[in-house]
Structure formats: structure tokens, C-alpha cells
């Protein structure tokens, strides 16, 4: 999975120093693997401007913590919510939640116009993060 990420581009993007870019995603491992090598390949000057949650104890506590610029569902989590299957990582309130649900609270929490960049395929995520990144 990690190849598949990485060859979703090679060149760094400008500094974008002040974006910010929170994911949700249910895979810790992946999540810590990402975290050493995807902000660089988005340009973002430091590891702490994106950071990774794989729970919705911590998810939750950091959309009301910090105003993000992007908010991103991991592939595995949309594959999971695609299947209408629990996200793992759930709680007792979200424990039957589509990604559908996710997105509400995310613009409840950031605005209507937050970004919300999304894929099922681990080639696209840094493509459609990009993306993202260049209407900020």
C-alpha cells in the first residue's frame, strides 16, 4: 500500500507552510507509515501540519481542536463505509455510520466549505490531495 501511495507523484508541490490537513483513517500502521513521508511529498514544511487519527475519540477531539484546511478519509476507511461495514475505530455513537454521517459532523465542525478529499485507491491520494491543496 505504501508503493501504491508513493506512486501517486514525485515532484513536492510549493511550501504551503500554513495548510493544515487532518485523516481519518483505521489503520494505525498505515497511518504512522504515511505520516513519515506524505506531508513532504504534499509540501508541507512539518510532519505536525497533517496529522493522522485512526479513532473517533481522537478524530473528533482534533476537528474541534484546530480549524483544518483539508480533511481526508483514508481509502480504507471509504472501502469499509463502500461495503456498509463499520469504520474501525467507531464508538457507540458512530458504530453504524457511513462516511455520509462522517461528513455532516466534519461541516458542522469546520463550515460548508471545507475540503473533504476522499478515494478508494491509495494511487490517488496524493493527486486528489494536491488538488485540494492548490484551491486553498
Known amino acids: 500500500m505504501i508503493s501504491q501511495i508513493k506512486s501517486g507523484g514525485d515532484a513536492v508541490v510549493s511550501d504551503l507552510s500554513d495548510a493544515t490537513l487532518l485523516v481519518r483513517g483505521c489503520d494505525p500502521t498505515m497511518a504512522a507509515k504515511a505520516q513519515q513521508f506524505l506531508p513532504s511529498m504534499l509540501g508541507l514544511r512539518n510532519s505536525t501540519q497533517m496529522v493522522s487519527t485512526t479513532d473517533d475519540v481522537d478524530f473528533f477531539d482534533q476537528l474541534s481542536r484546530s480549524q483544518w484546511d483539508i480533511v481526508m478519509f483514508a481509502p480504507g476507511a ?25 461528513r455532516v459532523k466534519v461541516r458542522k465542525a469546520l463550515g460548508e466549505n471545507i475540503q473533504i478529499v476522499e478515494t478508494t485507491d491509495e494511487k490517488n491520494i496524493v493527486p486528489l490531495l494536491r488538488e485540494a491543496l492548490t484551491k486553498l
Do not use: C, V
Not at 471509504?78 to 457511513?98: C, F, L, V
Open 78 to 102: 471509504y472501502r469499509w463505509s463502500e461495503a456498509k461495514q463499520p469504520i474501525p475505530g467507531g464508538n457507540e455513537e458512530t458504530k453504524n455510520w457511513s462516511l455520509s454521517e462522517y
